[in-house]
């Protein structure tokens, strides 16, 4: 079945280093692909999500690129600020929509971004 | 103006105890769900509604009920509270059945002692 794996965590960073959390896929047809966001105490919220191969989603200094090659969706920003640490969800959305009309979710991988 | 909301934010009990979680959304979508959050920040899936009828049911103790009075509205009841029911529970709400993005409440702690 169509499965998501993530990076484990936590990812520790310094402020304004580069950040990557690597994404990968499996999945048959053309799924949609998500990154969610989970600020301490909060819900989840789309951070960014793109619907097709090449297509890169971008939110608040965020990208991610579906690379259909390589399966992949890894999450990037140039510079981190204390504020970005979360955790940090990758989701694929099937095409078409299994049955049970479900996101797949990845483990989610926890960012700690010290000053 | 809350989008989705779950009431309570905390809730501690004890084990053998009945409790129930209550969420509501605003933004006049038809499809909502129940998510487990683990320790580890897993999430998975427990139930979903489409129009106050239920879609989805996952492997979930039948101590688990949720329901629906209206597509604004899915609860959740808790029967016989055990230890591994500790977690955070959200409710999230689609536009329709399959679409995205969801919208997360922000989570109702379950602690049972």
């Known amino acids: 079945g169509d499965s998501v794996t993530q990076m484990e965590g936590p990812v520790t960073l310094s402020e304004e280093a580069f950040l990557t959390i690597n994404c990968t896929y499996t999945?048959?047809?053309?799924?949609?692909l998500f990154w969610y966001v989970q600020y301490p105490g909060e819900g989840l919220q789309l951070l960014l999500k793109?619907?097709?191969a090449d297509d890169k989603g971008s939110n608040k200094g965020f990208e991610a690129t579906y690379r259909k090659e390589t399966t992949s969706f890894h999450l990037e920003k140039g510079s981190v600020q204390v504020s970005d640490s979360a955790v940090y969800f990758c989701?694929?959305?099937?095409?078409?929509?299994?049955?049970?009309?479900?996101?797949?979710w990845g483990a989610g991988t926890k960012l700690i971004i010290k000053p | 103006d809350t989008a989705v909301s779950q009431t309570p934010k905390y809730l501690v009990t004890q084990m053998g105890n009945d409790k129930s979680i209550k969420c509501e959304q605003n933004?006049?979508?038809?499809?909502m769900y129940w998510y487990k959050q683990d320790s580890k920040k897993f999430l998975k899936i427990m139930f979903s509604?489409?129009?106050?009828?239920?879609?989805i049911n996952e492997t979930v103790p039948n101590r688990f009920s949720p329901k629906s009075p209206d597509k604004a509205h899915l609860n959740l009841h808790i029967n016989s509270l055990e230890l591994g029911d500790s977690a955070v529970y959200f409710c999230?709400?689609?536009?329709?059945?399959?679409?995205?993005?969801?919208?997360f409440g922000n989570g109702t702690r379950l602690t049972v002692t």
């Open positions: 999230a709400s689609s536009l329709r059945q399959g679409s995205t993005p969801l919208h």
């Open positions: 933004l006049g979508h038809d499809t």
């Open positions: 509604y489409n129009n106050k009828e239920l879609i």
């Open positions: 999945a048959t047809g053309y799924p949609s």
């Open positions: 793109a619907t097709k």
């Open positions: 989701a694929l959305s099937p095409t078409p929509m299994d049955s049970n009309y479900q996101l797949i």
